[in-house]
């Protein structure tokens, strides 16, 4: 049972819009920043937003966060069948003075 | 670039200490101001944070692990540990360790290829 929860799957068509939502707490996203990773199959994850909304350096536009009280969402435009992976939500929980990842979203491109 | 590397043992027996060393390079932890992590992963399954470790040796662990686990740094050879004791079964995962974004944010930008670890006799 994960800290914080997450869809266990979405799927859209190729080009379409998705959003993935990741629910948690005042003691987790609702202080502190939301990060959010993409693990292909057989690799190891990669931070694709930090921070709550800010993307590193080489990831696209197409990939967007925000936060909003004590959720957070990822967005994906223009979907390609490469987007096809697990998506994980992260940040620190205060409470527990631990580090917290939301369960895993499988991410299907129709 | 910043590149890091676990190493250790794949194979361990059930009551054992699995043991993992992640090597830094592109980067020097002692110079450093944020915490080192190691994140597991259960065949099959999500992440679950093992623990981190700040260049001087303060640590944070997983409640759920904290009795086992034992994370360490050696800024001398740019290098940190984890050690997990009395493992069982469910202690079965690829682990990686990873570098934080920067000292301002502690989303993990930069991780191992992971290190597959089976407990079995």
């Known amino acids: 049972q994960s800290v914080l929860t997450q869809p266990p799957s979405v799927s859209a068509a190729p080009g379409q819009r998705v959003t993935i939502s990741c629910s948690g707490s005042?003691?987790?996203?609702?202080?502190?920043?939301v990060s959010w990773y993409q693990q292909l199959p057989g690799t190891a994850p990669k931070l694709l937003i930090y921070?709550?909304?800010k993307r590193p350096s080489g990831i696209p536009d197409r990939f967007s966060g925000s936060k909003s009280d004590t959720s957070a969402t990822l967005g994906i435009t223009g979907l390609q069948t490469g987007d096809e992976a697990d998506y994980y939500c992260?940040?620190?929980?205060?409470?527990?003075?631990?580090?917290?990842f939301g369960g895993g979203t499988k991410l299907t491109v129709l | 670039q910043v590149q890091l590397q676990e190493s250790g043992p794949g194979l361990v027996k059930p009551s054992e200490t699995l043991s993992l060393t992640c090597t830094v390079s592109?980067?020097?932890?002692?110079?450093?101001?944020?915490?080192w992590g190691w994140i597991r992963q259960p065949p099959g399954k999500g992440l679950e944070w093992v623990g981190s470790?700040?260049?001087?040796?303060?640590?944070y662990y997983n409640p759920s692990l904290k009795s086992r686990v034992t994370i360490s740094v050696d800024t001398s050879k740019n290098q940190f540990s984890l050690k997990l004791s009395s493992v069982t079964a469910a202690d079965t995962a690829v682990y990686y360790c990873?570098?934080?974004?920067?000292?301002?944010?502690?989303?993990?930008?930069?991780w191992g290829q992971g290190a597959l670890v089976t407990v079995s006799s």
């Open positions: 470790v700040y260049f001087s040796g303060i640590t």
């Open positions: 592109g980067d020097s932890i002692s110079s450093s101001r944020f915490y």
């Open positions: 005042s003691s987790n996203i609702g202080n502190n920043f």
């Open positions: 990873a570098r934080p974004y920067s000292s301002s944010s502690d989303a993990f930008v930069s």
């Open positions: 992260g940040t620190w929980d205060s409470s527990l003075s631990a580090w917290v």
């Open positions: 921070d709550n909304n």
